[in-house]
């Protein structure tokens, strides 16, 4: 029997189609003579077989590195920038790192156990195996969890939606690369034969909007906060995306409203995927939620469910395992993975109401902070907000909202559109989660991962 | 304005959003009386600790909460500035 035959990404990047590229704000390099140049000076080979940390500062590198590894090494770890130093240590010992590649050798100088590459920006790579790719999740306390994805189940989702209708795409995402949203994008930009734009860390977004205008991204992705950020700045304007992707975070309507006026010519989805579950599903009819007859399973063999009122998904698209020496079952004895995203049936839509983990306790009644969110995010003066707990001598706790106006918003109305939005939220919330208080505020802090900081979470 | 109206307008103004008719809110009216709730007394709390800087009942762990309009003024009066 011949050994079932392997796919890496360097299969995707053949000479045949031209004029891709991959940018960041610095360079630009080609995908189509990509595989021809090496950023491991030809020293692939001593990598053959290990677990690879993958620890470069920049997205551009790290991709060109992804491509010379995969097919090559055991185990890839990818390392998103923010990681804790603190933490490298566990997460080495656990995916049983013995190699690391990266740009800064001296950070790494004590580390005799294993090879330290580093990498400048040779020689062909040849698939030898398929690499097992390990990712981070982003939490935002302790040690993140080692999920371990194969590249088939992580292209599951791509390979289903088939090539892009019309001009090779050219992709973009506030996402890093190294995490799971931005990593699917990556590899969209790879196996759909178009091109990509990476995000810059810092960049102001006016500067990341005319990057993306001028290498003509017709496809881009982000977080709803991402979206909101971009709405809030100003600079979408002028800029006409084909398609705009939300996806790892609840999409509100009011986001999803403000894309497609701000986007009229666009196709604006929202897509659900963790790094566990994978890539479940994606809406494009413009509604938040998602239809109930996408419960059971669709024509991508993904199964899901709600149980105890949160999404399951199982498919071959989900991670296999949780990586390392106490790693928890990442599914039930079903196969299914458990997403902690709670889901409330509201007609004939599930919406999700937030995280089973996000819960604030307001005197012994459970709150999801984004369920109040969604009702202030619908007025028209309010860009973006966040509900949080605020310590009370009284009730142990309270909810209060940090609301951000849209831009162009009299800040004398401040009055005015407090009452309206408490208005609205006694109307349509139970009172112990109408805010007690409103405060306006100029921003709100975005994590590394893209998502609303909730410190109280 | 000095912190017993600032207290007394907070209520009025908390009783309108909650719809609470408030009695006339004199000095021995037990806070119970009031028609406030809990929830009605936590929002007080926090809005004047925002207002005020100051939250006379989480600074001293054994501080008895008040009984009485007027004692929940002087609790407030009463925090050294």
């Known amino acids: ?457 | 304005m000095s912190i017993r109206l600032k207290i007394i307008s907070e209520m009025q103004r908390i009783a309108a959003e909650q719809q609470v008719t408030l009695p006339p809110l004199n000095d021995d009216l037990s806070l119970h009386e009031t028609g406030f709730d809990s929830l009605g007394f936590a929002i007080l709390v926090a809005r004047l600790e925002d207002d005020l800087g100051i939250d006379p009942f989480t600074i001293s762990e054994d501080a008895a909460f008040p009984l009485t309009v007027g004692d929940f003024v002087r609790a407030y009066e009463n925090v050294p500035a």
């Open chain 1, 1 to 457: 029997m011949s050994p079932r035959e392997i796919f890496t990404l360097r299969d995707y990047l053949g000479p045949e189609l031209k004029g891709r590229t991959i940018s960041d704000a610095r360079q630009v390099v080609s995908l189509t003579d990509i595989l021809g140049k090496s950023c491991l000076v030809g020293r692939f080979r001593e990598l053959s077989g290990r677990s690879v940390l993958l620890a470069v500062t920049d997205q551009l590198i790290s991709a060109i590195a992804m491509t010379e590894i995969d097919g090559v090494a055991r185990r890839m770890l990818l390392c998103p920038p923010d990681l804790n130093a603190d933490h490298v240590k566990t997460l080495i010992e656990d995916a049983e790192i013995d190699a690391v590649v990266t740009d800064q050798p001296p950070r790494w100088a004590d580390a005799e156990e294993y090879l330290v590459m580093a990498v400048p920006a040779g020689t062909k790579a040849k698939t030898e195996r398929a690499t097992e790719w390990l990712m981070l999740t982003s939490g935002t306390s302790g040690v993140p969890k080692i999920v371990g994805h194969t590249l088939e189940g992580l292209t599951g989702a791509i390979v289903a939606d088939g090539p892009a209708r019309g001009a090779p795409p050219v992709w973009a995402t506030f996402y890093d690369i190294r995490r799971y949203g931005g990593l699917q994008i990556f590899l969209r930009a790879i196996i759909g034969g178009g091109s990509m734009v990476l995000s810059e860390p810092g960049e102001p977004i006016a500067d990341y909007v005319a990057r993306l205008n001028a290498r003509g991204v017709t496809h881009i992705s982000g977080t709803p906060s991402h979206w909101r950020k971009l709405l809030m700045s100003g600079a979408a304007s002028g800029f006409s995306p084909r398609y705009v992707r939300l996806s790892g975070e609840i999409a509100d309507q009011a986001v999803l409203d403000g894309l497609s006026r701000a986007f009229p010519e666009a196709s604006i989805g929202h897509a659900y995927a963790s790094t566990e579950a994978g890539v479940g599903f994606a809406v494009n009819d413009g509604l938040e939620g998602f239809p109930a007859s996408m419960l059971g399973t669709n024509r991508d063999g993904v199964e899901m469910k709600v149980e105890d009122g949160s999404l399951r998904i199982r498919s071959t698209r989900t991670a296999h395992a949780y990586v390392g020496r106490d790693a928890a079952a990442l599914t039930d004895s079903d196969g299914f993975v458990d997403t902690g995203d709670m889901l409330e049936l509201r007609g004939d839509r599930y919406h999700f109401v937030g995280r089973r983990g996000g819960i604030i306790n307001i005197g012994g009644l459970k709150v999801h902070p984004e369920e109040i969110e969604a009702v202030i995010n619908r007025h028209a003066e309010v860009r973006m907000s966040r509900a949080r707990s605020r310590r009370s001598p009284i009730t142990g706790s309270i909810v209060v909202a940090d609301v951000i106006l849209a831009d162009g918003c009299d800040p004398s109305r401040s009055d005015e559109i407090r009452e309206k939005i408490l208005t609205d939220c006694r109307a349509q919330l139970a009172s112990h989660k109408v805010p007690a208080m409103i405060k306006f505020v100029t921003s709100l802090d975005i994590t590394a991962a893209g998502k609303l900081a909730r410190h109280d979470a």
